[in-house]
């Protein structure tokens, strides 16, 4: 290939239509980019795509969202070029006094909007502020209970192939046959295994946490009470759904999901934990680094300090409570098209569609055929899945980044039909159980997603929808 000229993009298991392809695409955002458009013709056409991807399809993934412009102006700034081991007022590298201000600022910030004494807002990510708690607060070996994976926790919540199971005891605690916590289990486990530390909070969970029934059962047996609140942090900031702080000793939170801001973490800790153990945050902070990260991306800190001042607006308020209506509508309009949800409905931003009763592993047909026609969503597992993690039987879904981009409750409708007419016509379609046949199966099945002319008319469909509405950092 000749220098400077942009490579093929890698080949989706289907090709749009030509008709949808020359339409052209909306206007992008290339003021950010316009040196990478002469530079690096390569990146510059990937960061172009991806764009119009987004732009052009509509994210139902729960867990992701379109962050504002002025989000990441802040993480594509010079902040990205320094090092600051170490905390404010205690750097192992000359030239911080300015990122002091900016870390402060932002832990300022933190600890405002939730309401608590202490902020880190150094970890990567937040599978590493999750194993940060444990580091910090466990012996290796001791005992910890979570959510298992298989019923909506995460990895780190002590799943068997993640380092946080192998490290410490993990025991993994369910939710019942209607979908919502087994608190019954929880306080039988804890009383019999007395763990050191209970995580509550998931990643497919469609219903509020009960806070305070987790608080009286740590309480029993003295253990940390830690609340991950990854999924729901942008609406319990925005007031939508019930906060934690009182009832827990720590919070960690992506700062990336309906919080909207860049991808990060924090680790909170709360009145409440400080009283139970007054070396609570330095424990934190000492674990983050030395004990487990090098330097902080300050940039990431720059625009999590955005987001955070966003979040505490009325605007974002509006947002955080539109999320959860348009999710219960979407839910709504589901079950009237037949479909079936884990725990019947939603409190929150996602809804879990359990496809069991058309047959088991089915979450990928949807996913694949969703995607096909611009709707981004993810298999999932449900609980007690009848099929394989990698072939489940559920399709998680979320409104916090159509949401974002200003649809409402009839979109949600619009939305769901969307997904019930790909429902209808992939009736007829099963994944079966048998390892050779279900490869046959899914081959024929990914021709007809490239041919069958039904999916060139939805996508055609769902990208008009999208036109009305840019997403935000790029319009
Ligand atoms: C509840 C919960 N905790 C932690 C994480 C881990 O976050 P990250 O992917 O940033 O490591 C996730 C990610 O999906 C999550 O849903």
Redesign the pocket.
């Known amino acids: 290939m000749a220098h400077g000229q942009p490579p093929p993009l890698p080949t989706p298991y289907f090709q749009l239509p030509a008709s949808i392809l020359s339409t052209p695409p909306i206007p992008f955002c290339t003021l950010l980019r316009m040196s990478i458009k002469q530079t690096d013709a390569e990146i510059f056409e990937l960061l172009r795509a991806e764009e119009q991807r987004q732009q052009e399809g509509l994210t139902l993934i729960p867990?992701e969202n379109h962050t504002s412009r002025e989000v990441l102006e802040a993480l594509s700034s010079v902040f990205s070029d320094k090092y600051a081991e170490g905390y404010p007022g205690r750097r192992y590298y000359a030239g911080n006094d300015i990122a002091d201000r900016l870390e402060s600022l932002v832990q300022e910030r933190a600890k405002a909007l939730f309401g608590v004494p202490y902020a880190n807002v150094q970890p990567?990510?937040?599978?590493?502020?999750?194993f940060a708690v444990l580091l910090a607060l466990l012996e290796p070996g001791d005992p910890f209970m979570g959510l298992d994976l298989l019923h909506g926790?995460?990895?780190?919540?002590g799943w068997k192939a993640n380092a946080t199971s192998r490290l410490w005891k993990s025991i993994p605690y369910h939710v019942d046959a209607n979908g919502r916590i087994d608190l019954a289990e929880v306080e039988a486990m804890t009383l019999a295994e007395k763990p050191k530390l209970i995580w509550c909070?998931?990643?497919?969970?469609p219903r509020a946490i009960p806070f305070s029934d987790f608080s009286r059962i740590a309480d029993t047996v003295g253990a940390y009470l830690v609340a991950?609140?990854?999924?729901i942090s942008g609406l319990i900031a925005g007031g939508a759904h019930e906060s934690p702080v009182s009832h827990v000793h720590a919070v960690?939170?992506?700062t990336?999901?309906t919080l909207r801001g860049p991808?990060?973490?924090m680790i909170l800790a709360t009145e409440k934990g400080i009283k139970k153990d007054p070396e609570l945050p330095q424990k934190i902070d000492k674990t983050i680094i030395p004990g487990l990260q090098g330097g902080p991306h300050l940039n990431t800190i720059a625009a999590l300090g955005v987001a955070l001042k966003e979040a505490s607006t009325p605007a974002f308020a509006e947002y955080a409570a539109r999320v959860v209506e348009n999710a219960r509508t979407l839910a709504d309009a589901l079950v009237e098209s037949g479909f079936t949800l884990v725990s019947g409905g939603t409190d929150n931003h996602l809804l879990l569609l359990d496809l069991t009763p058309g047959g088991s592993g089915r979450g990928v047909l949807f996913h694949e055929a969703l995607e096909r026609i611009g709707i981004y969503t993810n298999k999932n597992t449900v609980p007690n899945d009848p099929s394989s993690p990698f072939y489940p039987s559920g399709l998680r879904i979320g409104t916090p980044a159509v949401t974002t981009r200003g649809m409402s409750a009839t979109d949600m409708k619009h939305i769901a039909s969307f997904i019930a007419q790909v429902g209808e016509h992939l009736k007829n379609v099963s994944i079966p159980p048998d390892a050779a046949e279900r490869k046959s199966a899914l081959a024929a099945f990914r021709e007809t997603l490239a041919t069958d002319p039904f999916y060139d008319t939805l996508r055609a469909d769902v990208r008009s929808l999208c036109l009305r509405y840019p997403i935000p950092g790029a319009a």
């Open positions: 867990s990567y990510s937040g599978s590493p502020a999750n926790g995460h990895l780190t919540h909070g998931g990643t497919a969970l991950d609140i990854s999924h960690t939170t992506t990336h999901k991808r990060g973490a």
